[in-house]
Every structure is written in structure tokens, then in C-alpha cells.
């Protein structure tokens, strides 16, 4: 303990799915009590739509750092976050890092950390799609080997990490991203005006959204806007806010979205949580939307081949499609038919697999009892 009475730890996150993870894991923190906790932004992302708005709306604390490390090739932009934030933790050297989920600035914070002997902690531990040409797997693999203490949403994480000889440092913490959705419905769904605005009526339209780059290169790109124009013709309008990778690449190639798929600006958390939940079907390849759908009842059709949350296939309320013609527009069909809005069955077996919303706080009180045992330290 750095003064003897008052855990010191760092949050480091630089990507937009890290900032609303961090809101219901500061908020923990505050509660414990003998936790003082500060935040090193990485500046992976760096537009205000993709960063300043969730540290606002989420009410998250101002970053302590702000590395500014920006856009780059996942080796120089993961090297740069390494070397600075190597410098802030030599600087003032914490009780614990704490990581999240699976980007460039998970990997490089875990890995600044553990080298100069800093225990670190991951949440969002365990995951696996089990394809290694996604940078986001190397990164959950190789940050899951050198965290000190692991904390997985899921069974099937904790599995995962078993398989791996890692379970004697993990527990299961159930998902945080459960804990915000939770937390901020009613807020989203009181304070929201984002129906009005883009001037859509509930369940009818979908909600698209494509990031990852095996579906961002130009020909994927085409090829799924053709699919989905077809699709959103015979069924619901697309709205799709727009990665700026996704952008950048439509730009460069001048590149017609076609109008039934109406491109609009990346959505402030609110505003999200209200799409999805309003939405008659969510197309994408997030990982973090896949179960934002499937807390608010809304089905997901996912265009990749795997996911990492297995649960929401087998519950039935997201299919895998890839970006196959045939498969998407059966899931189409499927979620078009479809108008019950999950069965209390599934919503229950929702809690068992994903946690009842306080993963968070079991998240800040283990951390804080670990941390007394196993640092240099201990309290009397
Ligand atoms: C990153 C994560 C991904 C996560 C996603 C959430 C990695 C390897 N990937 O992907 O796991 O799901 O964040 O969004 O860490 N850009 C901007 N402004 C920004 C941020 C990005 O214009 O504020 C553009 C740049 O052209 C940049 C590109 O988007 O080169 C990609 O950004 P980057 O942070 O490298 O990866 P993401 O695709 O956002």
C-alpha cells in the first residue's frame, strides 16, 4: 500500500469500449473506500464522438495522463503506449494496473506493468473467438498470460482460462458491460432524444454497425453493402453509424453507400443504448453490441464466422453469419418473424451467464482484499 492505508490504482484505457467499462468500475472503486483510483488515457481514440462524450455522459474520472498516442500500425501505435506508459508507472509506481477488454492499449499497459513488476488485473478476462488473425485475440491471449488477476464475465471464459492453466488466478466477476447497460437504461431511456432526432419510430428499423478489419477492406466492405442494401429493402431501413475506420475506408475509395443503409455519426452512449433497444434487429461485428442487444431484448445478427460470446448464439438471440448471402438473409427472415422480445427463460439464463449487474463491485472488493494479501506491504 503506497501510504499505508490507501490502495493506489491505475485504469489505464485508450478505446471507446474501455471508456464505458470503466464507468461502472470507478464507481466501484469510490465505494470501497480505501481505493485511490486515477485514470491514464492511451489516446487510442481521440475524437471527441469516440472518446470526450463517454467520459461526460458516463461521468467517468478526467484522466490523470493523456498519452495522445493517436492512429498508427498495431506495432508502432502498441510501442509508443508501452514506452509512455512504462514512464508514468516508473514515475509513480501503483499497487495495481487494471486493464480491459482485448485493444492495443490492454496489451501494452499489461505488458508495461508486469515488466517492471507491477501486479496488473484484466477484466474481460477468458474470451476467446480462437482466431488468431484477429489482432484482438493475440491481445486477450497474451495479456490473460501475464495478469497477476483475472476477472472473466463468464463460464465459458473461466473455462476458457482453465484450458489454459490460468484458473487459479481468475474469478468469475460476470460482465460489467451488464453492470452500465443496467445502470443507464432508464437515463438512456428518459433522457434520449436520439429517436426524435434521426426521426424513426420503435422495431422499425435495424441498427448496423462494422469495425473490425476483416470486414473493412474495400471488397468486404462492398460485398456486405450489397447483401445489406438488399436486405434493408426488403425489410427495414439500416441505420449505420460510422466507425471512423469504417469511414476512412469508404472515403478513400469513394465508395456509394447505397440509400436504404443511412449512414449517420458514431452515437453517444445514450443515444446507443436507446438505438438498440428500439431497434428491430442489430447487424454487426462488435463484441460489446452483440450483448447490448441481448440485455435490451433486441436480436443480433452478428457477420462473423465466430464470437466470443458463445452464450447469446446458444440462448438463440444472435446468429453467426458471416458474410454469407444465404445465412444472412435467413436471420433476416428469422428476426423479421420474430416479435416476442426474449422469454423471461432467456432473460434468467441472461443472469446466469452474464451476472446480475453488480460485476463491478465483487470486481473492487476482491481486488481489494488481493491486493492486501499479496502486496509487499500488507496492512496490520
Ligand atoms: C479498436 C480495437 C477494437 C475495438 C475498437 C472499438 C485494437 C486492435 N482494436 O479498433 O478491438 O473493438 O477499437 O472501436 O485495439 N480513428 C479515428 N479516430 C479515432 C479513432 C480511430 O479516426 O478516434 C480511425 C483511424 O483511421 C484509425 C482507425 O480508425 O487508424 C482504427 O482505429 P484503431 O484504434 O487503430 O482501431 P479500431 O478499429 O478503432
Redesign the pocket.
Known amino acids: 500500500m503506497s501510504n499505508g492505508s490507501t490502495l493506489e490504482i491505475v485504469s489505464v484505457v485508450g478505446?471507446?469500449?474501455q471508456f464505458v467499462k470503466l464507468a461502472p468500475v470507478s464507481r466501484a472503486f469510490e465505494h470501497v473506500g480505501c481505493i485511490n483510483h486515477s485514470v491514464i488515457h492511451t489516446g487510442?481514440?481521440?475524437?471527441d464522438r469516440?472518446?470526450a462524450v463517454f467520459f461526460d455522459e458516463l461521468d467517468l474520472p478526467r484522466p490523470q495522463f493523456d498519452l495522445g498516442v493517436g492512429?498508427a500500425s498495431?506495432g508502432a501505435?502498441t510501442g509508443a503506449m508501452l514506452a509512455k506508459l512504462e514512464d508514468c508507472f516508473l514515475k509513480r509506481p501503483p499497487d495495481a494496473v487494471v486493464v480491459y477488454?482485448?485493444?492495443?492499449?490492454t496489451l501494452a499497459a499489461a505488458l508495461a506493468a508486469t515488466k517492471i513488476h507491477v501486479p496488473v488485473v484484466h477484466i474481460e478476462a477468458g474470451l476467446r473467438s480462437f482466431n488468431r488473425s484477429m489482432?484482438?485475440e493475440i491481445?486477450r491471449v497474451a495479456t490473460d498470460h501475464i495478469c497477476d488477476r483475472l476477472y472473466s464475465p463468464t463460464p465459458t471464459g473461466m473455462q476458457n482460462l482453465a484450458n489454459e492453466n490460468l484458473d487459479s488466478r481468475a474469478l468469475l466477476s460476470g460482465d460489467v458491460m451488464r453492470d452500465v447497460v443496467m445502470h443507464n437504461i432508464e437515463l438512456a431511456r428518459e433522457r434520449s432524444r436520439i429517436m426524435q432526432t434521426l426521426d424513426v419510430g420503435k422495431h422499425q428499423f435495424g441498427l448496423l454497425t462494422l469495425?473490425r478489419?476483416i470486414n473493412t477492406t474495400p471488397d468486404a466492405l462492398q460485398e456486405l453493402m450489397i447483401l445489406l442494401d438488399d436486405m434493408a429493402r426488403q425489410h427495414v431501413e439500416l441505420l449505420f453509424p460510422v466507425?471512423?475506420?469504417t469511414r476512412?475506408i469508404l472515403n478513400e475509395k469513394h465508395f456509394i453507400v447505397p440509400s436504404s443503409i443511412r449512414m449517420i455519426e458514431p452515437l453517444a452512449y445514450l443515444d446507443m443504448l436507446q438505438v438498440v433497444e428500439a431497434a428491430r434487429v442489430v447487424v454487426t461485428d462488435?463484441?460489446g453490441l452483440q450483448k447490448e442487444a441481448a440485455y435490451l431484448r433486441t436480436l443480433c445478427i452478428t457477420v462473423r464466422d465466430e464470437t466470443e460470446w458463445t452464450e447469446t448464439v446458444e440462448m438463440g438471440v444472435n446468429t453467426l453469419t458471416g458474410r454469407d448471402a444465404d445465412n444472412i438473409q435467413a436471420a433476416f427472415s428469422a428476426a423479421m418473424i420474430n416479435t416476442d422480445r426474449f422469454s423471461d427463460l432467456v432473460m434468467n439464463e441472461m443472469k446466469v451467464q452474464f451476472g446480475n449487474g453488480d460485476a463491478a463491485e465483487l470486481i473492487a472488493r476482491d481486488l481489494t482484499s488481493w491486493l492486501m494479501t499479496h502486496s509487499a506491504f500488507p496492512v496490520e
Open positions: 478505446a471507446r469500449p487510442q481514440h481521440y475524437d469516440m472518446s492512429s498495431h501505435q477488454g482485448d485493444t492495443n492499449s489482432p484482438e491481445n469495425h478489419p466507425h471512423p475506420r476512412a462488435s463484441g
